[in-house]
Protein backbone atom coordinates (compact mmCIF):
# COMPACT_ATOMS: atom_id res chain seq x y z
CA UNK A 1 0.00 0.00 0.00
CA UNK A 2 1.18 3.60 -0.76
CA UNK A 3 0.69 6.43 1.55
CA UNK A 4 1.38 9.97 2.48
CA UNK A 5 5.21 10.37 3.52
CA UNK A 6 4.95 10.38 7.48
CA UNK A 7 1.44 8.89 7.87
CA UNK A 8 0.72 5.69 9.92
CA UNK A 9 -1.34 3.04 8.21
CA UNK A 10 -4.09 2.13 10.74
CA UNK A 11 -6.12 -0.90 8.63
CA UNK A 12 -9.60 -1.54 10.11
CA UNK A 13 -9.36 2.06 12.16
CA UNK A 14 -12.01 3.69 10.25
CA UNK A 15 -14.64 0.81 10.13
CA UNK A 16 -17.96 1.78 11.06
CA UNK A 17 -18.27 0.09 14.32
CA UNK A 18 -15.50 -1.21 16.60
CA UNK A 19 -16.13 -3.53 19.40
CA UNK A 20 -14.92 -2.58 22.56
CA UNK A 21 -11.34 -4.59 22.57
CA UNK A 22 -10.76 -2.73 18.85
CA UNK A 23 -11.88 0.56 20.73
CA UNK A 24 -9.52 0.36 22.83
CA UNK A 25 -6.53 -0.40 20.82
CA UNK A 26 -7.24 2.05 18.88
CA UNK A 27 -7.20 4.72 21.89
CA UNK A 28 -3.91 2.82 22.82
CA UNK A 29 -2.71 3.44 19.57
CA UNK A 30 -3.57 7.44 19.41
CA UNK A 31 -1.74 7.19 22.81
CA UNK A 32 1.46 5.82 21.67
CA UNK A 33 1.28 8.01 18.53
CA UNK A 34 1.14 11.37 20.10
CA UNK A 35 2.90 10.42 23.30
CA UNK A 36 0.15 10.49 25.27
CA UNK A 37 -0.58 14.19 24.05
CA UNK A 38 -4.12 15.03 23.13
CA UNK A 39 -2.73 18.24 21.76
CA UNK A 40 -0.78 16.74 19.20
CA UNK A 41 -2.51 17.58 15.50
CA UNK A 42 -4.22 14.17 14.18
CA UNK A 43 -4.76 13.81 10.02
CA UNK A 44 -6.53 11.24 8.29
CA UNK A 45 -7.19 10.42 5.11
CA UNK A 46 -8.38 7.74 2.66
CA UNK A 47 -7.75 6.23 -0.64
CA UNK A 48 -9.93 9.36 -2.27
CA UNK A 49 -12.96 11.21 -1.42
CA UNK A 50 -15.23 8.41 -1.84
CA UNK A 51 -14.02 6.49 1.21
CA UNK A 52 -14.88 7.66 5.00
CA UNK A 53 -12.90 5.38 6.74
CA UNK A 54 -11.00 8.20 7.24
CA UNK A 55 -14.07 10.35 8.62
CA UNK A 56 -14.84 7.48 11.07
CA UNK A 57 -11.38 7.45 12.60
CA UNK A 58 -11.50 10.99 12.45
CA UNK A 59 -14.43 10.97 14.42
CA UNK A 60 -13.88 8.12 16.46
CA UNK A 61 -10.17 10.38 17.76
CA UNK A 62 -12.63 13.23 18.21
CA UNK A 63 -14.87 11.59 20.67
CA UNK A 64 -11.56 10.01 22.57
CA UNK A 65 -10.49 13.42 23.24
CA UNK A 66 -8.60 14.96 20.55
CA UNK A 67 -9.38 18.07 19.77
CA UNK A 68 -7.05 18.97 16.75
CA UNK A 69 -8.07 16.45 14.45
CA UNK A 70 -8.58 16.56 10.42
CA UNK A 71 -9.78 15.16 7.90
CA UNK A 72 -7.48 15.03 4.58
CA UNK A 73 -11.01 14.12 2.35
CA UNK A 74 -9.36 14.24 -0.93
CA UNK A 75 -6.95 11.69 0.24
CA UNK A 76 -4.20 9.81 -1.43
CA UNK A 77 -5.75 10.67 -5.10
CA UNK A 78 -5.61 13.80 -3.86
CA UNK A 79 -2.22 13.62 -2.74
CA UNK A 80 -1.40 11.74 -6.42
CA UNK A 81 -2.91 14.69 -8.57
CA UNK A 82 -1.38 17.43 -6.89
CA UNK A 83 2.43 15.96 -7.76
CA UNK A 84 3.15 15.22 -3.98
CA UNK A 85 5.63 11.90 -3.63
CA UNK A 86 3.56 9.04 -1.71
CA UNK A 87 5.50 6.04 -0.10
CA UNK A 88 5.62 2.26 0.23
CA UNK A 89 4.52 1.57 3.96
CA UNK A 90 3.21 -1.43 5.93
CA UNK A 91 0.75 -1.46 8.45
CA UNK A 92 1.12 -0.06 11.69
CA UNK A 93 -1.88 -1.07 13.11
CA UNK A 94 -4.74 -3.73 12.27
CA UNK A 95 -7.76 -3.59 13.88
CA UNK A 96 -9.23 -6.20 11.24
Sequence with gaps: MEGIPSSIWMKGGGLGTLDEAKQALFAE???Q???GNRDKA????CLDARCWL?????TRAHQLGYPKVYWY????AS????????IKHPVAYDFL
Design 54 to 58: SYNSA
Design 73 to 76: RGGI
Design 29 to 31: ALT
Design 33 to 35: LTG
Design 79 to 86: WWEAGLPL
Design 42 to 45: LVFY
